[in-house]
């Protein structure tokens, strides 16, 4: 980066850290203040701090590497969102708000138990603890490449940023920055796409971009599919996401902490409403940006490799046939597309087009294999959009996208840093530690959970890349979490005779039925509504059991 773009990039950093304190010290003074901000956030800043924590630094760059390889077919991901939002705006949230809680587990000690509260609660913690180190981890590779540092040192810069201005002004401050950097996202991405287009040849424009992203299928969007195995389409996407996205926003406190900001419940189901409506068209236009930068790239020739690193892998001798290969057939794709816009509707044009797509395509995955040889964690997709950052976009705003990367991995760890301090405090410390805290000691116990989830995040991301298997582990247990969890929430405010033994037993049968539809090949959307069904009927049955 020039000099400027480092200007650029730290006064971007130090104004976060200091809107964090500033907004944080004015409304953080008491334990309410820090958990919840007092109930007097509003709607539309609390919305944002949703999509905000949703956009991290995997989304954005690894959805627009998605979308280059594979077009829109992941929005159908979402499509269950807008229902889950209307169904959590009549449910459960109205039941967090006449019970007064901190924390959703807090509800399911009042409404089952103290064993039921601390096990949903444990889960929690470990899933999302362990989870906020991949948060960390994945943006930190990738910035690392950019920034010239070191993963240690990316990992500790964002890290003691976000734990600064998290650990002073708790959640206030979380959502104010979040609503900052939101908007930052959304800007930075907008100014991609308009230097995308500025860069592709005058005579091709937006309709020709259309045209080719239609034709090499990076518009395709919707999958009609009932092969369980497929994980995009758009059956998945409205049960298996419905299910999903009701735990997730419904039983996970670093979502439900945020509704519970809000002055009322009106303002809660408003800033439910306002994620349902915008989330989708949203996460399009990420997904639309990856397949757009597809089309800039068959008239600027793409890399061989995305990362670099990956090269000091093959010998020189195969280095150099491949890449003489790759520059006959960037050549050969980029006449076949113009080839394909002086006649839009000759199939046998739109067949060399795709022809010469392919040759690229089975050259990348050749040249991958080879490097993969070497080393087998070697993967390209999330450096596809920032190393369009650092070649393609002038200076200063390189430094203003990278800080659009810093936004989204920083939004995605300050609330989660929040949540987890939240629920420590109020879920364990305070029921089994020091049950006779004051609000003070609440506050200092707040402040040092958080600051000590933080150190323990980015130490787990700090050595992420020697625990693999651990990472897979870790997103595995999400899937077990969610679906299973949403099951025992179901109970609580789905049924009258259902009763804390049965909600326990439940939602361990839950995790088990999970864990064993796991080891078939069933794309894990599915997963949720399988634990969570499951958690149902076992905890009813064994609730009529107990209660006989």
């Not at 077009?71 to 019970?99: C, D, E, K, S």
């Not at 369980?228 to 998945?236: K, L, N």
């Not at 087009?353 to 997709?381: M, P, Q, W």
Request: hydrophobic share 55%; glycine share 8%.
């Amino acid at each position: 980066m020039t000099p400027i773009d480092w200007v650029v990039f730290a006064f971007y950093l130090a104004f976060i850290v200091a809107l964090g304190i500033w907004v944080g010290r004015r409304g953080s003074v008491t334990a309410r203040g820090f958990f919840v901000a007092g109930r007097t956030m509003p709607w539309w800043a609390v919305g944002l701090s949703v999509m905000a924590t949703q956009a991290s630094a995997i989304t954005v760059i690894g959805t627009t590497g998605k979308a280059y390889t594979d077009g829109l077919r992941f929005v159908q991901f979402y499509f269950g969102l807008p229902i889950a939002m209307v169904i959590l705006a009549f449910t459960l949230v109205p039941v967090y708000h006449r019970a007064n809680v901190y924390t959703a587990y807090e509800f399911l000690g009042q409404r089952f138990d103290e064993k039921t509260r601390s096990l949903t609660a444990v889960l929690f913690l470990l899933s999302r603890g362990l989870a906020l180190g991949v948060v960390v981890y994945a943006p930190s590779v990738v910035l690392a490449l950019l920034l010239g540092w070191s993963v240690t040192s990316t990992v500790f810069v964002m890290a003691a940023a976000a734990i600064v201005y998290t650990s002073i002004g708790g959640i206030r401050a979380v959502i104010w920055t979040d609503v900052l950097q939101m908007v930052l996202i959304v800007a930075g991405l907008a100014i991609c796409a308009a230097q995308m287009l500025a860069g592709l040849p005058d005579d091709v424009g937006w309709r020709g971009a259309w045209t080719l992203a239609d034709a090499s299928g990076h518009t395709t969007w919707l999958s009609t599919s009932f092969d369980p195995t497929d994980r995009y389409t758009v059956w998945s996407g409205v049960l298996g996401g419905t299910f999903l996205f009701l735990a997730y926003f419904g039983c996970d406190q670093s979502q439900v902490q945020r509704f519970l900001t809000s002055r009322s419940l009106r303002d809660s189901r408003l800033a439910l409403a306002f994620n349902g409506v915008f989330k989708i068209p949203v996460q399009l236009g990420v997904l639309a940006l990856g397949s757009l930068l597809f089309v800039f790239h068959v008239f600027e020739p793409p890399a061989l490799l995305f990362d670099p690193t990956g090269r000091s892998a093959l010998e020189s001798e195969q280095l150099d046939a491949l890449d003489a290969r790759h520059a006959d057939a960037v050549s050969a794709r980029r006449v076949a597309a113009r080839a394909l816009l002086a006649s839009p509707d000759d199939t046998t044009r739109r067949d060399a087009f795709l022809a010469a797509d392919a040759t690229i395509a089975e050259l990348r995955s050749e040249t991958i294999a080879a490097v993969r040889s070497v080393d087998a964690t070697y993967d390209d997709t999330n450096h596809v959009f920032p190393r369009f950052i650092l070649e393609r976009l002038p200076i200063g705003l390189v430094g203003l996208l990278i800080a659009v990367v810093f936004a989204a991995a920083m939004s995605s760890m300050d609330s989660e840093l929040n949540s987890l301090s939240t629920s420590t405090v109020v879920d364990l410390w305070q029921r089994h530690v020091a049950p006779d805290a004051d609000d003070a000691a609440l506050l200092r116990a707040s402040k040092v959970a958080t600051i000590a989830w933080g150190i323990l995040a980015a130490g787990f991301a700090i050595y992420a890349r020697q625990l693999g298997s651990v990472i897979e582990a870790v997103n595995t247990v999400g899937s077990y979490f969610y679906g299973s969890l949403l099951g025992v929430f179901i109970l609580a405010v789905g049924t009258k005779t259902a009763n804390g033994t049965g909600a326990f037993v439940g939602l361990l049968a839950g995790m088990t039925s999970v864990a064993i539809a796991s080891q078939g090949d069933v794309a894990w959307l599915w997963l949720n509504p399988i634990g969570a069904g499951t958690v149902v009927a076992t905890g009813w049955t064994v609730s009529r059991v107990t209660r006989a």
